[in-house]
């Protein structure tokens, strides 16, 4: 015994068999659902953007921090740029401790990114140039590293000013 449902009548498309009941329903069932449906794209649209937020906030924060710890290594280092050119004491101003503060502060330059980047970088071939003559009668050594350090310090300033 078979029970027929009034509801469907199926038609011949050329071999397909096409409910078109089902269409009807679907259409309905769309409408129905329509504050499910959007309320879903709302969801999804809001997990998207939270997650894109939280990882922007996890780079600034990122950027600040490395930001921080270089403007206190550049003060260190310009103390001992200072301590090099005046004490010539090898306790205070030595370069080896020169040599570390400035690869370290272009390190945590690539961390942050251009301008401070670029500028870090500078800072190390200023001091490669210059480190050997500070201590001597000119001055030029000194305010070649003190301009650069100045500019470092400049970038990472302007570069935290800019985050959110």
Not at 62 to 67: Q, S
Not at 96 to 121: E, K, Y
């Amino acid at each position: 015994m078979e029970k027929q449902n009034s509801c469907r009548r199926p038609c011949d498309t050329g071999g397909v068999s096409v409910n078109i009941a089902s269409m009807a329903s679907f259409s309905d069932q769309l409408r129905r659902h329509s504050v499910a449906l959007i309320s879903l794209f709302i969801a999804l649209s809001g997990l998207a953007y939270n997650t894109w937020r939280n990882e922007q906030t996890e780079e600034n924060n990122n950027i600040r921090t490395a930001g921080i710890e270089m403007l206190l290594l550049l003060g260190e280092f310009d103390r001992t740029v200072f301590h090099l050119q005046y004490d010539q004491g090898l306790q205070l101003g030595n370069e080896r401790t020169g040599w570390s503060l400035v690869l370290t502060i272009r390190d945590l330059g690539t961390l942050i990114g251009d301008p401070a980047n670029s500028s870090s970088a500078e800072l190390l071939g200023t001091w490669e140039s210059n480190n050997g003559a500070l201590g001597e009668r000119s001055a030029t050594s000194f305010n070649n590293i003190s301009a650069a350090v100045d500019v470092v310090r400049e970038d990472v300033l302007d570069l935290m000013s800019m985050l959110d």
